[in-house]
């Protein structure tokens, strides 16, 4: 996956290069102290951490953000009615779709919507993990402590003296092989956050 951040007339040119290469291009053309632009740009922004473990290998996906004073030197992109405006472009440019006229049915410009819409889009996917639903990638984003909690409340267990038992236990052995600079899953991630020094 690549993210491209395009403030200049030099960095144009990796779009067009993108889109001649192939690649699953989607834009969003945004001008400065506009209102909706000021809303919509950090959701767009969310799509770099939302999608980046899951579509990590994906070579052909391009999310890309434009300043519309640099728009008019990008090729395929067409018309552009307003700000901000979201496009597809792919096939070598020969498909550009608005992201208003895309098939996905609520276009309220949130984060779980352009998931929806980029993975609607994408003909071969390359996931890392086994779910790749936008419903699951945007859960793991949006995911704080109070969700996780609430999640978990329902699988407490008493054990045999009547205490709520939160999961299984980890042997001593198996603690001590976690490696903290690379914790593997979320779990390990917030042992090593809240739980090795206790």
């Known amino acids: 996956m690549h993210i491209l951040h395009i403030n200049s007339e030099k960095d144009v040119s990796k779009i067009d290069q993108m889109i001649t290469q192939g690649k699953d291009v989607f834009i969003m053309v945004y001008m ?11 959701e767009w922004a969310k799509i770099e951490s939302a999608l980046k473990d899951q579509y990590a290998k994906n070579d052909k ?3 890309v953000d434009v300043n519309k004073d640099f728009m008019l030197s990008i090729k395929h992109i067409g018309k552009i009615d307003g700000f901000p405006t979201m496009k597809y472009i792919g ?35 390359v996931s890392t993990t086994p779910t790749s639903s936008a419903k699951h990638v ?22 045999h003296n ?6 299984g236990k980890w042997t001593r052995k198996y603690k001590l092989s ?11 991630k917030q042992y090593c956050k809240y739980g090795r020094n206790k």
């Open 138 to 159: 945007y859960n793991r984003i949006t995911n704080t402590k109070n969700h996780y909690k609430k999640k978990t409340r329902h699988h407490h267990k008493l054990s």
């Open 162 to 167: 009547g205490r709520i038992h939160r999961g």
């Open 32 to 42: 400065e102290g506009c209102g909706p632009c000021n809303a919509t740009r950090p």
């Open 178 to 188: 976690i490696n903290c600079n690379r914790p593997n899953g979320f779990s390990q």
């Open 61 to 63: 996906l391009v999310v």
């Open 91 to 125: 096939n070598y440019g020969k498909i550009v779709e608005p992201y208003e006229k895309s098939s996905v049915k609520k276009k309220d410009r949130s984060i779980s919507s352009f998931i929806n819409w980029i993975e609607s889009k994408i003909n071969k996917m």
